[in-house]
């Protein structure tokens, strides 16, 4: 049996922490009785095969699916309670497994819907045209553009961003995350579909992200070079329940991760 | 060579603010009433089009009930404005806080915009929580609920005889006043956060949820904000034709609206200028083939109804063909009406000497290799000047 | 006779009525995800067909019948011209077009029969009146008794068509998943068509029962009956087949007991009710009473 109640009980600072999650679909148990804690400014990921849970872990914390017993807490507030635009208020952010952006609206839009989140105006102001809401305005086109050059993709800023590569998509979607400013940011398979230099690229911005911002990343993703490289620690799911954790390292050589995950008996650099 | 007209800001300046203002004024001075109150139908048909636009463009919410709206609207402005004496003359029964409440005629349509919002709040709640099909039926029930209670609260509102007799304050310039005004507060609308709130919530409202998007409050302000055009567009149609009842706020004027909304295009609030158009002027002519007229020999009788046949003809037509409406998804109109790129750019030389420089190549057809070196210098330039 | 049980009767012809008008919506809108607000106009046309195929000397049963052809020929021509092109447009388009469609036919008739409201005339049979039960006895009239044996024959009937009729099951795969039950070689357009004649029929059938009852009409009648049957499918749940009948007919008992027992002057909300009544059950049940929860894979 596996203790992850000592991530929680070490004395660093935890930014989320999930107890006795437990997600229950009719017959099928797609999450049961999951707790794990992710320290604060770290990169954590969860992995495990098609069908673990994973995603439902992620719906689950930013709110689009409610939990049938357990508790999410982030930074001492209840998640499992709150609906999604809430939670994204406290200062989560998430990308989506099936890349969910607004394909008709060009990338600087996409950006500039998440960064009014920062700088808000009612709507008197609006309609008056008051200097408050101009400099606002301002700020949102500003924060947009610099987040899109911070991602690599800022000279796309006026392109339609469903006509943008696909590389480039996944990166708008991060970018959008940005915009947000969260303390915690849920990656979910964000180098789905990227080929070997697009993944290296892409764990080289993740990181860059962390250390520019202190933002906590949960990453979820299959690509096992991206997970080894980025991940300072690594929980496994298979079935609904977490099987191992530990950082890389361990992960690598745990007999029951090797088992379920990567394939009897192989190993991954 | 049209895109570089097109994109001209004293060509912009032109066509749609110079030449439609000139036209009004002409109208205003020099034609006879009966077209005055046309055109003036026109303009308070394009508020309450725009106001359209807001929710079943922008927001995704189609709505069929404005009419409920411009209902609300018509009668409480008009309560405000009318008099306490004519009140109690043409409403028997009218309780004396009623017939006291006088206000003068802006106030008025501001109050009158606020009662159609209040209202609005109140059928929000339940209404938007439908989506699609289910709440366009909802919206259709709001205007049979608004007709029960206008028709049958006599001392209130005279029921189903409805009230006349309200002064005429929907002059041409007071209306053209009203419409700009209107124009510009839904066009920033559109351009600011909550515009770019409601795109993203129309094109994926999960995804506008994880970026801190409440989808509910931000249908309801628009739903609101449509609601208060409507009623202030029918204050003004009450303050035009002089008489109102309920059974003229129905399904009737809301397929009107909804059909200079298609027809228009129904993304972008230009589309009301088209949209109030084809709508307001085409039955005027199509008026005299109702009354029957001869062709080749033949009486064709009254067709009573013609007009309304030919629009939904029409109607089904642009549908099927032209989803888009006339405008698609372009904003043109007002974007001219109200861009900093007319209003800078009548400031600066270069317009109006590429102006005369495009005047110069549709005019004189030049294809002088010097002229077609100068041309596409010329496309160059603008070319530049639209991606700033 | 007593009061609660003439209502209640008055209240069922009403429900019967509604309820086969919103199987039809229902059938079409199960396929093709398209509220046709033209059905309830189809109503019209039936009636206006049929007073004047008795006008030119027809018997009642050949007026009935040739007013159900003229009807679906009418529902036939508006899929394939109206909605057919729109297939996968999306719900606004089928809904700003369904009522264009339904502006038009009602200016149609307008047009031609001009607004004047006339009387549908049956023959005397219809008016007599059969006591039933012995003391505290209730009178109800042959055309009551007509409207439920009608009604209920063509529900079962439907319903058998639906369940075991190879159109039917095809209707049914359709209306779950048209993209797989195309690829498993049903012919969409023919579904559609089957649909609409079915709905038509049930709606010409119910426009002649609708007359005959009430007597007066106009171009205009069609909308409105439409609309309230259509808010009974979904308060019973559209898409379900058993849901738009229990709708139907719940909606019609709730209407007419509403006109005779609420005190007098609310029975002018009458109208007002019926969408009042929707709006509840919608903020308590978004899917309609039996509706399931829609969920389309295409």
């Known amino acids: ?269 | 060579m049209a895109k570089a007209l097109f994109a001209n800001p004293l060509f912009k300046f032109l066509a749609v603010v110079a030449a439609p203002v000139a036209a009004l004024l002409y109208i205003y001075i020099g034609v006879a009433e009966y077209y005055q109150i046309v055109v003036v139908m026109f303009m308070i048909n394009v508020i309450l089009t725009a106001s359209l636009n807001i929710t079943n463009g922008f927001a995704g919410i189609f709505s069929m009930g404005q009419a409920g709206f411009m209902g609300i609207g018509a009668y409480a402005g008009s309560l405000l404005t009318m008099t306490a004496e004519l009140k109690f003359s043409r409403i028997p029964g009218i309780p004396a806080w009623l017939a006291e409440a006088h206000l003068p005629f802006i106030p008025a349509l501001v109050a009158a915009g606020l009662a159609g919002a209040a209202v609005a709040v109140v059928f929000g709640f339940p209404v938007l929580r439908a989506k699609g099909h289910y709440l366009a039926v909802m919206t259709l029930g709001m205007i049979i609920i608004i007709k029960a209670v206008l028709d049958n609260n006599a001392h209130l509102t005279n029921g189903a005889k409805g009230i006349s007799g309200m002064e005429r304050f929907s002059t041409l310039p007071m209306v053209f006043a009203v419409m700009i005004v209107s124009l510009f507060v839904l066009h920033r609308m559109t351009k600011s956060a909550f515009g770019r709130s409601m795109a993203a919530i129309r094109s994926d409202a999960d995804a506008a949820a994880s970026l801190g998007i409440n989808a509910t409050k931000y249908r309801m302000t628009a739903f609101v904000v449509s609601a208060f055009f409507g009623a202030v567009g029918g204050s003004l149609w009450a303050h035009l034709q002089q008489t109102i009842a309920p059974s003229l706020f129905y399904f009737k004027e809301s397929f009107s609206i909804l059909e200079m909304s298609v027809l228009g295009g129904m993304g972008t609030l230009s589309g009301a200028f088209p949209g109030a158009a084809i709508v307001t002027f085409l039955p005027q002519f199509l008026a005299n083939a109702e009354n029957g007229f001869r062709v080749f020999g033949f009486t064709v009788p009254a067709l009573n109804g013609l007009s309304n046949i030919v629009m939904s003809v029409i109607f089904i037509l642009v549908i099927i063909r032209w989803r888009g409406g006339v405008m698609r998804s372009s904003e043109y109109i007002v974007d001219a009406m109200f861009g900093r790129d007319t209003w800078a750019g009548l400031l600066r030389k270069e317009t109006y000497v590429d102006f005369w420089n495009i005047l110069r190549e549709g005019l004189f057809k030049n294809n002088n290799p010097h002229r077609l070196e100068e041309k596409s210098k010329q496309e160059e330039k603008d070319h530049e000047k639209e991606n700033r | 006779m007593d009061f609660f049980a003439g209502s209640l009767i008055s209240g069922l012809q009403l429900g019967s009525i509604y309820a086969l008008i919103a199987i039809g919506y229902s059938i079409v809108y199960g396929i093709l995800r398209l509220i046709n607000f033209a059905h309830g106009d189809l109503l019209m046309v039936a009636t206006y067909g049929a007073w004047i195929l008795i006008a030119r000397g027809l018997s009642l049963p050949f007026a009935v019948i040739g007013s159900v052809l003229i009807t679906v020929a009418f529902g036939l021509v508006i899929e394939r011209a109206a909605y057919r092109p729109l297939r996968d447009a999306g719900e606004e388009a089928t809904l700003i077009t369904s009522l264009a469609v339904s502006i038009f036919l009602q200016n149609l008739f307008l047009m031609v029969f001009t607004p004047k409201n006339r009387a549908f005339a049956l023959p005397g049979f219809f008016s007599e009146k059969l006591v039933l039960g012995g003391a505290g006895s209730i009178t109800i009239t042959n055309m009551s008794i007509v409207i439920f044996v009608v009604t209920g024959g063509l529900i079962a009937a439907v319903s058998l068509i639906i369940k075991k009729t190879r159109l039917g099951i095809a209707m049914r795969a359709c209306a779950e998943n048209s993209t797989a039950a195309k690829l498993m070689g049903v012919n969409l357009n023919a579904v559609v068509v089957f649909a609409f004649v079915v709905g038509s029929a049930l709606a010409a059938v119910a426009g002649v029962l609708y007359s005959g009852q009430y007597v007066s009409f106009n171009p205009s009648m069609g909308f409105m009956i439409g609309i309230k049957a259509f808010a009974a499918a979904v308060i019973g749940g559209i898409g379900s087949f058993a849901g738009a009948a229990a709708g139907g007919v719940l909606l019609g008992v709730l209407e007419i007991l509403f006109a005779c027992y609420l005190p007098e002057g609310a029975g002018v909300y009458q109208t007002a009710f019926v969408f009042l009544v929707l709006i509840v059950v919608l903020l308590f049940k978004p899917n309609g009473l039996f509706g399931a929860a829609e969920g389309r894979r295409s």
């Open chain 1, 1 to 269: 049996m596996l203790c992850n109640w000592k991530a929680m009980c070490v004395n660093r600072e935890n930014i989320l922490a999930l107890r006795g999650l437990t997600m229950k679909y009719k017959s099928v148990v797609a999450v049961d009785n999951l707790s794990f804690a992710v320290e604060k400014g770290s990169i954590c990921g969860l992995i495990g095969t098609n069908g673990a849970g994973k995603s439902t872990v992620v719906n689950m914390i930013s709110g689009s699916s409610k939990p049938t017993s357990g508790e999410i807490i982030f930074k001492g507030a209840r998640l499992d309670k709150l609906s999604p635009d809430r939670i994204a208020g406290l200062g989560v952010a998430r990308t989506f497994q099936n890349l969910r952006i607004f394909g008709k609206l060009s990338a600087l839009d996409n950006v500039r819907i998440a960064a009014q989140a920062r700088h808000s105006y009612n709507f008197a102001q609006m309609a008056l045209g008051t200097p408050h809401y101009r400099s606002q305005e301002r700020a949102i086109t500003e924060s947009a553009q610099r987040i899109l050059h911070r991602m690599g993709i800022g000279h796309y800023a006026e392109a339609e961003a469903g006509s943008l590569p696909y590389g480039h998509q996944r990166r708008l979607e991060i970018a959008r995350c940005l915009a947000l400013e969260p303390e915690l940011l849920l990656l979910d398979e964000p180098a789905a579909g990227m080929n070997p230099n697009e993944s290296v690229s892409l764990a080289r911005d993740i990181r860059r992200v962390r250390e520019e911002t202190g933002t906590t990343i949960l990453l979820i993703e299959h690509d096992m070079s991206v997970v080894m490289s980025l991940c300072e620690y690594i929980y496994v799911m298979d079935f609904g329940i977490l099987i191992g954790e530990g950082d890389p390292d361990t992960i690598r050589r745990d007999p029951e991760v090797i088992r379920a995950y990567l394939g009897a008996e192989r190993e991954y650099a």
